[in-house]
C-alpha cells in the first residue's frame, strides 16, 4: 500500500474526480477525508469507503469560506491524527464570452478555485509543518492551466493561477519536505462538463455532438475523454512520490490534446 495511514483531505470529493481519488487513496490505505459543499452526499461516500474497511469520514465545507475550511481541517486532524495530503479539487463551471460575464460570476469562479485553494493549503500546511513527516499538495488545474477556450474567462484565469501557487508552496515547503504539484485533466465527462455541452452547443449555435467531437475532443489523439481513472491514477503517483524530484510540476492528462 502506497498511503497505508497518510491522512488525506480532498475537496469536492463526494462525487466525480475527488471521489475516484478518494477510493483509489483509500485502496492504498489511506484515511480519507471527504470534503465537500454537500454534507449528505459526503457521509455517503464515506459510507461506501468504510463498507470496504477503509477508514473514511464526511465533512462538510464551502472552501471559500476561511473559518469552514479551518474548522473541518481541524475536525479530520483531529480525529485522523494529522493530515498528510490535500487535493485542492472542488471546482465549477460557467461559461459566457467576456463581453456577457457578470462580475459576481467571475469573482464566484475565482473565489471557488484560487480562494479555495489558498485557504485549504494554509489550513493543511499548518499540519504538515508541525508533524515533521512531509506531505503532499496537489491541486486540479486543467489543461486550461496551460491553454485557453473560448468562453472559459474566469476558469482560464483560475486554473493558470494554480500552477503559480503549487510553485509557491514547492519552494516553501520543501524545507519541511512537502511537495506541490498540479494535475491538468482534458475533458473529463463528469457533471461539470455535461453542463458545459447544451450551453456551449446554445453559445457557439453548434450542435451537442458537434461540442464533443469538434470541441472538446477534436485535439486528442484517441477521441476519447480524460476519465476519473486517468487523473486518480496520477494523484496517486504525487500523493506517493518519496522524494522533491517532481516538485512543482504541473501534468497534463489529456489523451494528447495539450503536449509538453
Avoid at 82 to 101: C, K, M, R, Y
Avoid at 228 to 244: E, G, H, I, K, M
Wanted: overall charge neutral; aromatic content about 6%.
Amino acid at each position: 500500500m502506497q498511503l497505508k495511514d497518510k491522512v488525506a483531505y480532498i475537496t469536492g470529493s463526494a462525487s466525480g474526480i475527488g471521489k475516484e481519488i478518494a477510493i483509489l487513496f483509500a485502496r492504498e490505505g489511506a484515511k480519507v477525508v471527504i470534503a465537500d459543499l454537500n454534507k449528505q452526499a459526503a457521509d455517503a461516500t464515506a459510507a461506501e469507503l468504510q463498507a470496504t474497511g477503509a477508514q473514511a469520514m464526511g465533512v462538510a465545507v464551502d472552501v471559500t469560506r476561511e473559518d469552514q475550511v479551518d474548522a473541518s481541517v481541524e475536525e479530520a486532524a483531529k480525529a485522523f491524527g494529522g493530515i498528510d495530503i490535500l487535493v485542492s479539487n472542488a471546482g465549477v463551471q460557467i461559461v459566457h464570452p467576456v463581453e456577457e460575464f457578470s462580475f459576481a460570476d467571475w469573482k464566484k469562479m475565482l473565489a471557488i478555485h484560487l480562494d479555495g485553494a489558498f485557504l485549504t493549503t494554509k489550513a493543511c500546511l499548518k499540519h504538515m509543518y508541525a508533524q515533521g513527516r512531509g506531505g503532499s499538495v496537489i491541486y486540479m488545474g486543467s489543461v486550461h492551466s496551460k491553454e485557453a477556450s473560448l468562453l472559459k474567462a474566469p476558469y482560464v484565469t483560475a486554473k493558470h493561477g494554480l500552477i503559480g501557487l503549487a510553485k509557491t508552496v514547492a519552494k516553501e515547503g520543501a524545507k519541511h519536505g512537502v511537495r506541490a504539484n498540479v494535475i491538468c485533466p482534458g475533458f473529463v465527462r463528469t457533471p461539470l462538463v455535461e453542463k458545459q455541452i447544451p450551453e456551449q452547443a446554445k453559445t457557439l449555435g453548434i450542435t451537442e455532438e458537434q461540442v464533443v467531437r469538434n470541441v472538446m475532443l477534436k485535439e486528442t489523439v484517441d477521441g476519447e475523454f480524460t476519465t476519473t481513472d486517468d487523473v486518480a491514477r496520477v494523484a496517486l503517483l504525487f500523493a506517493a512520490f518519496p522524494t522533491n524530484a517532481l516538485t512543482g510540476q504541473s501534468l497534463v492528462v489529456s489523451h494528447g490534446w495539450f503536449m509538453q
